[in-house]
C-alpha cells in the first residue's frame, strides 16, 4: 500500500499549472504500480481513492486528507485509507471480521509539522503556530483500553512514520493499525520503521521471526517518496524459513507472506531494487530549495532535500513572505 506523497494529491498547491483534484503520479511510482498489478501483488490504490476524497472534501468543505504544515496525512486520510484496506481484506476473504469491537474518544493534539522542521529556519519555526490536528482514539469497548497491538493476530502491518503518526506519537492509538483494527473488529501486530518501510522494516522482521507465527495476511505501508528515496534502497532481504516462524500455510482465501515475496521479486524498478545507502548519498542536491528558493544547509541528508523540493506543499504560501521578511 504505496501512501501518497501529499504533492501528489494536491498539486495544484505547488503551481497554478495544475488543475484542482487531478492526481500527479511520478514515473517510477506509476511503473511500480503497473508492475505489481502485472505480477497479481494485490495492492491498495489510495491516489484514485484519495483524489475522488479531495474532490468531495473540497466541495463539503470537509478535512483536508493531508496536514497543513506537514508532509504526513491528516486522521481524515489515516480513516479513509484504513476503511480500503479492511474493505479489501475481507472481500477477498482473507481475513473475517473479529469479535472484539472498538470505539472512537476525540482527541486533539497540537504539532509543529515535518515540513518546518525541515526547512531549518529558527526564525520561520518561532513564527509558527502549531496546527491544532483533531484525532481519533480507538478504545475497546469492554474495556475502554487505549488499543494495544496483540503479537498472534492474524494481520500484520509494516510501516514507516505514516503508521507511526498519531499510534506511537500523541496522543496515542489514533493511526492507522488502531482504526484499521476498529474496522477489522480485532487487534493486529506491527512493525513500524520511521523511514525505513522500504528496506530496514523487512530486516527488522527477518530478526523477528515470531512476528510471522499465525499470520494470514501483511499489509505492507510505504510513503511514494521512497520508491525513490528508500532509506537502504530496496535491497532483497529473505523470509525467515518456516523453522524458525511457524506461518500458518496458504488455501483458500489465505494470503500467505511466502508467496507475496516471491511474486514482489523483479517487480520493483530497477533503479530502486539497485538502489544503496551509499548510491543514495551520491545524489546530486540542489544548492536552494526548488520552491522557497532557501539556501540548503550543507549537513543536510538526501530525505531533508526531498522534503524541501516540496516545502510548498504544506500549502501555506505565507511562508514566502516571511522568507522575505527575514
Partial sequence: MPAPNKESIYPDYLTRRERQGRVLMSPPTRNLLTRLKAAKVECVDLFALFAQARTNADRAGASALYLEQDSHWSPAGVGLAAQAVAKRLIEKGWVKSGKTPYCEKPRAVERLGDVLRMLQSPAIERSSVPERVPCLQVLREDSGMLYQDQADSEVLILGDSFLRIYQHDEPGGAGF????AKELNQPLASLVSDGGASTLVRQELHGRPVLLKNKRVVVWEFVERDVRLGTE?????????????????????????????????????????????????????????????IPRSADMDVGDTAGLETCATLGQHALKSVIAEE
Fill in 233 to 293: 534502497g530496496w535491497q532483497q532481504v529473505p523470509l525467515p524459513s518456516e523453522s524458525r516462524a511457524e506461518v500458518r500455510p496458504q488455501g483458500p482465501g489465505s494470503s500467505g507472506m511466502s508467496a507475496a515475496s516471491s511474486q514482489l521479486k523483479g517487480v520493483l524498478p530497477t533503479q530502486v531494487a539497485q538502489t544503496s545507502k551509499s548510491a543514495v548519498s551520491q545524489v546530486s542536491k540542489p544548492a536552494f530549495c526548488k520552491c522557497c528558493a
Fill in 177 to 180: 493499525i488502531a482504526h484499521l
